[in-house]
């Protein structure tokens, strides 16, 4: 069955970075929809040039700007994010948004501790210096190797960093790796909502931005809810497994989850704007 899908980016990420998932899916009859991030809306160069109209974006503005986007749809999407485009994926269902969710290698919501030393290497860049909290940060060449193409080939990392890359707000970081101890922290999800949407959670066992672990415990959380979960693993993928090599197989075996959970559940209705 075709089905409306939108693809969701992660954090130092255009939304380029999803062309071979866009055409797979639309191959395949579906509409596809590739929102960008507020306050981005000019391009990979421009945002490279001049990234300040990014400065203190934070969690909830983009959260509250992509569920606008999704309630303009024609029908209730199967909702694709990755990185911190799979946490906000986590929050719209949790809005009781999409038919369906799938969020590859999440940023972890509030309540996931004991984060491993890779995830925090990663993460480095933005929490380095307290300057980033309002400002923006580029990741080197070295460093987006290291959290998005770890197991690419030193050309095929080179050309994923010239064509998807560009500065992020480091606000979000922030408000990410605080949450545990901030009550309002942005990234909450209610963990045992059982009204939302099927989700799927996947984890890279190469990735080091969201590690396996990080993943699971996030699937862990959802165990009381009665709202349907899975967890996929991909082995010997990075955190940009939507780019490299056998990224087809994990874009057929979202789709064949899709398919799956939509086939067997009741079509649903999107949740009121309150």
Do not use: K
């Given at each position: 069955m075709k089905r409306s899908i939108v693809l969701i980016?992660?954090?130092w990420l255009a939304p380029r970075s999803w062309e071979k998932f866009e055409t797979f899916f639309s191959d395949r009859g579906h509409?596809?929809?590739?929102p960008e991030w507020p306050r981005k809306a000019d391009g990979v160069e421009a945002q490279r040039r001049d990234p300040s109209a990014l400065n203190g974006l934070g969690i909830k503005e983009i959260v509250d700007h992509l569920d606008a986007y999704v309630r303009q749809i024609h029908e209730p999407p199967v909702i694709i994010g990755h990185s911190f485009g799979g946490l906000f994926t986590l929050m719209l269902l949790d809005r009781g948004l999409g038919a369906a969710g799938v969020a590859i290698d999440p940023a972890a919501p509030k309540g996931i501790l004991n984060l491993p030393p890779a995830q925090l290497k990663a993460a480095s860049p933005a929490l380095a210096h307290p300057s980033t909290r309002k400002s923006t940060v580029m990741l080197t060449f070295e460093q987006f190797t290291y959290g998005f193409v770890n197991t690419y080939?030193?050309?095929a990392a080179r050309a994923a960093y010239d064509r998807y890359a560009?500065?992020?707000?480091?606000?979000i970081f922030y408000q990410a790796a605080f949450a545990n101890f901030n009550p309002r922290a942005e990234?909450?999800?209610d963990f045992r909502n059982g009204d939302r949407a099927p989700l799927l959670i996947t984890a890279g066992e190469q990735d080091h931005t969201v590690p396996a672990s990080v993943s699971r415990a996030i699937y862990k959380k959802y165990a009381k809810s009665t709202a349907h979960t899975e967890l996929i693993e991909f082995p010997g993928r990075p955190h940009l497994m939507m780019a490299g090599d056998g990224w087809e197989d994990v874009a057929a075996k979202i789709e064949g989850w899709v398919e799956a959970v939509l086939t067997a559940a009741p079509a649903r209705e999107e949740t009121?704007?309150?």
């Open positions: 980016h992660g954090a509409e596809v929809f590739v080939t030193p050309e560009v500065p992020e707000t480091g606000r990234n909450t999800v009121p704007v309150s």
